[in-house]
């Protein structure tokens, strides 16, 4: 089936929460990618508009905003402007960057939920919520923390225990109390708005399941998950003060939930920007609601679900409530669905969950100041490794060799080789090309394909492969200078050197072309370089970009190498927070209340062996065992630790220990029959507790 073609491309990114800066795993995720391609775009000559902007709402915000003691407005302020900078530093090229506390977006997000209210979109449903008498308020599960009632840790949230690792509600707590007052909550009663996604099910199945098979595995395998269960009606408002009221008599004291508002940031940035300059960008309308428009979201994986399902059917419903005006030649107020969502996985540090409680991360504003001028090795770096199918992982002994061993050493070399060659023998103007040798023609046939070979992976969102083709017309280039040894030949025949040379240049500004969407500053540069003010994509593969005669500008190294020193600091640095991650958790917990052995005897522990274990859906937490126990029957057993478990199918074939007669209990709609046993390290990350040889399962402990 051939694709449409379309008159523009409405490109998103997702808003950074503006809770705390920009690190290396948002870059590899997100925003270089959505760069990459909104720069190819442009270059094609492409109608692309690109929107980004901070997500300010939420309850982190006003947690951090009560810790520090100022107003959660200062909060966002703060990091919008360090997210900003930083973006516009590290050249993330957006067309808007606004933010979700903008008037513009508060009375566009008000608008579009009492739309959807007002056609009976939305259902209205009461529910028992833990309230806060002192403080006059209800309570978010973040704002109640409490004992957990399974590993009794006393500091666990109302929404997970960060030591145990359990989703939880806030009324499971034991002791609950009210991270606001530190009083003791009650139940009571409150009203929301939710959106229907059960109504929306099989739309979405024939959507996105039957319509859009060509989207990542990893999207639309996440999508057919959510899709084969039941979906249920989501909340859209929340019990809160921070946030976009909820524009419905009777709704006070209720904000927009954040995750209804952020999504239609997208929407109300780009209103901001085409009400700025409405002869360059036209209407909103045109980006958002022109069937000829393609929209492309760019998101991490833990955004799959908000995007894919929960804003689609927002603006399915939209849709719905504004019927077609059959008497124009496109639909009337109708939202176009996204074309793709190319999510990313998750990125790494040093084989290390990056995780910004911890400090394990590589900060974006940090970097530039560490690393001045050294943004496109972290691009190259970042896009080379891009998580696109799988986790990846970022070490910065590999970021130096990437940078030693490729952009300087390969990249940057051939450029410096053939422009000091130029203005050696011919003054730095281009030489004519003069009779062709079989090694000419082969480096030409080469790099004649490189545009369209390029061109599919990026139309494809196959960033890591379509910058790997780019780097290799520069080895084809230093190979061709290698062979031909033109400061051998110069001295018989000069004209020989000639064509050389200017083979050599045609690659050197093929380079720039093919590198521009994803190192801009070196292409820049390289541009000053070989006296080009600008480029169109469809000279990429030309044999003559540059023309006889031609003079180019004074050469200079595109890469400096990185020294052992610059890494070590950075080594260092990551190695102080481990120490002092582990200076905070690095206290043995006290040992217990003393037991009589007979108390012991009670608990029957036995050895397991896994035979299959795997997340369980719509759990962010727990994993589900299925497990050999020596009787014959397959026993399973849910436990939460499926956070320290990436790929849970690595416990298969493990002999591990669990408590056998405990009573079953239902989790998540499966009866867990046993606990699993879990050692838990100083950093609070569980381990499975497993035999060092290979006992038969049902083995006892004792």
């Known amino acids: 089936m051939e694709k449409k073609k379309y008159k523009r491309t409405t490109v998103t990114s997702a808003l950074p929460y503006a809770n705390g800066g920009v690190h290396i795993g948002h870059l590899a995720g997100v925003y270089v990618p959505a760069d990459i391609y909104v720069r190819y775009l442009r270059l094609k000559k492409e109608d692309v508009v690109f929107i980004g902007g901070s ?107 960060e030591k145990c690792g359990r989703d939880l509600s806030p009324t499971e707590l034991i002791n609950p109390k009210s991270a606001i007052s530190g009083s003791t909550p009650v139940l009571k009663e409150t009203k ?114 908000f995007h894919c399902i929960i804003f689609p059917v927002m603006m399915k419903a939209w849709n719905e409530a504004t019927p077609n005006d059959q008497t124009t030649s496109h639909p009337n107020d109708q939202f176009i669905m996204p074309d793709n ?183 820049e540069k390289l541009r000053k370089m070989i006296n080009i003010e600008e480029f169109d994509w469809n000279q990429l593969g030309s044999t003559d970009i540059l023309k006889t005669g031609h003079q180019l500008a004074e050469p200079e190294l595109l890469f400096e190498k990185i020294d052992d020193d610059l890494i070590d600091i950075q080594l260092k640095k990551l190695e102080d927070t481990k120490k002092a991650n582990e200076a905070a958790t690095a206290q043995v917990a006290p040992v217990k209340d003393t037991v009589s052995f007979e108390d012991f005897e009670k608990l029957d522990i036995r050895v397991g062996l896994v035979k299959n274990c795997e997340k369980v859906k719509k759990s962010k937490k727990l994993l589900q065992f299925t497990i050999d126990d020596g009787t014959g029957t397959d026993r399973t057993i849910c436990s939460g630790i499926a956070a320290f478990y990436e790929h849970p199918e690595e416990l298969i074939g493990k002999r591990i220990l669990f408590v056998a007669n405990f009573a079953p209990r239902k989790m998540m709609g499966i009866e867990s029959q046993g606990m699993i046993l879990s050692a838990v390290d100083f950093d609070e990350s569980l381990s499975v507790v497993t035999t060092t040889k290979d006992v038969k399962p049902g083995s006892q402990v004792g």
């Open 55 to 161: 997500d300010e709402h939420g309850v982190p915000i006003t947690i951090r905003a009560r810790k520090e003691g100022i107003t959660p407005q200062d909060v966002v302020d703060r990091y919008h402007k360090m997210i900003k900078d930083s973006f516009k530093e590290f050249g993330i090229s957006f067309d808007v960057y606004s933010r979700t506390t903008s008037k513009t977006h508060h009375q566009f997000a008000a608008e579009f939920f009492k739309k959807l209210y007002d056609e009976g979109k939305l259902t209205e449903e009461t529910t028992t919520q833990l309230y806060d008498e002192e403080a006059k308020q209800f309570l978010a599960d973040r704002y109640v923390t409490g004992e957990c009632p399974y590993c009794h840790n006393e500091g666990a949230y109302g929404d997970q225990c």
């Open 192 to 305: 929301n708005w939710y959106l229907p996604l059960n109504e929306y099910q099989e739309w979405l199945k024939q959507w996105i399941l039957e319509g859009h098979k060509e989207w990542r595995p990893n999207v639309y395998g996440q999508c057919k998950s959510w899709l084969d269960m039941d979906l249920q009606p989501r909340a859209m408002t929340r019990d809160l003060d921070w946030g976009i009221p909820v524009p419905v008599e009777g709704a006070e004291g209720k904000v927009l939930y954040v995750w209804f508002d952020a999504p239609i940031g997208y929407i109300s940035n780009t209103k901001e920007l085409c009400e700025s300059n409405p002869e360059r960008w036209g209407t909103w309308q045109q980006w958002w609601q022109d069937p000829d428009t393609r929209l492309v979201h760019f998101i991490g994986k833990d955004n799959i679900v």
């Open 341 to 523: 969502v190319p999510s990313n996985e998750f990125l790494n540090l040093e084989d290390d969950k990056i995780s910004t409680s911890r400090n394990w991360a590589v900060w974006l504003h940090e970097y530039l100041v560490d690393m001045p001028g050294k943004q496109d090795v972290l691009r190259y770096v970042l896009t080379a490794n891009a998580p696109e199918t799988k986790d990846n992982n970022f070490t910065w002994k590999d970021f130096q060799e990437r940078n030693n061993s490729e952009l300087v050493a390969i990249y940057g070399n051939f450029v410096n080789r053939a422009l000091q060659l130029t203005k050696k023998y011919w003054g730095g103007v281009v030489p004519a090309c003069g009779e062709l040798l079989d090694v000419d023609r082969q480096a030409l046939d080469e790099f004649k394909d490189v545009k369209q070979r390029v061109e599919d992976l990026l139309d494809n969102f196959k960033f890591r492969d379509a910058q790997k083709e780019a780097m290799n017309l520069a080895r084809i280039g230093n190979r061709y200078i290698t062979e031909c040894e033109p400061w051998k030949v110069w001295k018989e025949d000069p004209k020989r050197v000639e064509t050389i040379l200017y083979i050599s240049l045609q690659l050197v500004a093929n380079l720039a072309i093919a590198f521009e969407p994803f190192l801009p500053f070196s292409s």
